[in-house]
């Protein structure tokens, strides 16, 4: 069975397009990036979805917190069907520079 297609977003959230119709693919990439930045409450369907990771670039932040803000990218991602998320973040200089997922679908 194939898995499902979804649209598919640019880089700035809007549809993509293709010869005139809108693109369609795997968005797997995309629903991650969109889990992990987007706030909570933005989501009607779900309203405790999201972790806001733009409001944590470039802040200065203590091993607490970082583990904090992993956990919660982790649990996010796995309440939204994606199996055994490992969220890492980047840091240089003790601020937030990044974020490294690895994590795969569940179908």
């Known amino acids: ?33 969109l889990i992990i930045n987007t706030p909570q409450g933005q989501w009607g369907q779900s309203l405790l979805c999201g972790v806001g990771m733009r409001n944590n670039q470039n802040m200065d932040v203590s091993k607490i917190q970082l583990t904090y803000i992993e956990k919660n990218i982790n649990q996010q991602l796995k309440a939204d069907a994606f199996s055994a998320p ?11 520079v990044g974020l490294s997922v690895n994590t795969d679908r569940q179908i």
């Not at 297609?5 to 795997?26: I, Q, R, T």
């Not at 490992?86 to 937030?96: S, V």
């Open 86 to 96: 490992d969220a890492t973040l980047l840091l240089a200089a003790g601020n937030i």
């Open 1 to 33: 069975m194939a898995a499902p297609e979804d649209f598919l977003l640019d880089d700035n959230y809007a549809m993509y397009w293709v010869d005139g119709d809108w693109a369609f693919g795997d968005t797997n990439e995309i629903d991650a990036d």
